[in-house]
């Protein structure tokens, strides 16, 4: 199956008294052959992205480990009936998010220690990777938090109208 939009996947946890086990990935739900994953790990009040890569685009399964996040997904897909629209979820401890391509994703992380893996459908390209400003009016984040921790290279993402003129399709 292929979702045109994020979208949560329901988990199970299966608890006992050794700890717990959670089925992260079923091929069946989610047909993708992933390629690459990372681990991050970030502190309280840390703002990621907004990334997506203009070629080699890549669909991205993002599991909490540990911690709060507030995730961001901005629709960039010219032709979508969502085009620009921010999809945002709470995702805590063992929440799994499904991001098609044609996404930008970010995260403002909520707790102390936070820690997430990826799974990608492509690898990471420097040469392709953009971030979009998570403060343009025109993408309205409403990111409250006056305390934000942002990357110098995230600080200087494109506005929205940059964007237009820059990038012509994704």
Not at 8 to 13: A, S
Not at 24 to 52: A, D, Q
């Amino acid at each position: 199956m292929k979702y045109l939009y994020p979208k949560v996947i329901d988990t199970k946890v299966n608890t006992d008294n050794r700890g717990y086990l959670v089925e992260t990935f079923k091929k069946k739900k989610i047909n993708t052959e992933f390629k690459y994953s990372i681990l991050v790990s970030s502190k309280k009040n840390v703002f990621r992205g907004l990334h997506f890569q203009k070629k080699k685009q890549q669909e991205k399964l993002l599991i909490v480990l540990k911690g709060s996040i507030i995730d961001y997904c901005v629709d960039l897909r010219r032709k979508s009936k969502t085009f620009l629209k921010t999809f945002k979820f709470n995702l805590n401890k063992n929440s799994i998010l499904y991001i098609p391509k044609g996404f930008a994703h970010g995260y403002l992380c909520l707790k102390k220690d936070n820690k997430l893996v990826y799974l990608l459908s492509d690898y990471w390209f420097k040469k392709y990777e953009k971030v979009l400003d998570f403060n343009d009016k025109k993408i309205n984040l409403k990111i409250k938090n006056k305390k934000i921790i942002i990357s110098n290279r995230d600080k200087k993402g494109l506005s929205f109208e940059q964007f237009r003129k820059e990038i012509k399709s994704l």
